[in-house]
């Protein structure tokens, strides 16, 4: 099972500090891969994949089934 992120009523802002604090304390500890839910709001998801997850190389997939979902892993678990 994935740890799930729900941003729903956060403002971008907020929704960015949560997103790069729980993805780089579970990048430290290897908990497990990671759900962001965005809901359908293309520009905060452009802003986490833009500014968190490039930044920090993590590998992501948005499913065509479920566009408000971003699915993330770090590449070293794979390795």
Do not use: C, R
């Not at 941003?7 to 960015?16: P, V």
């Not at 497990?32 to 993590?58: A, C, H, M, R, W």
């Amino acid at each position: 099972m994935n740890l799930k992120i729900d941003l729903h009523g956060l403002s971008h802002d907020e929704a960015l500090g949560k997103v790069e604090n729980i993805l780089l304390v579970n990048e430290v500890y290897k908990y497990q891969n990671v759900d962001i839910i965005t809901g359908k709001s293309l520009p905060l998801q452009e802003k986490i994949i833009n500014k968190i997850l490039k930044k920090y190389d993590f590998e992501y997939y948005i499913p065509s089934n479920n566009l408000g979902i971003i699915q993330v892993w770090e590449k070293s678990l794979f390795i």
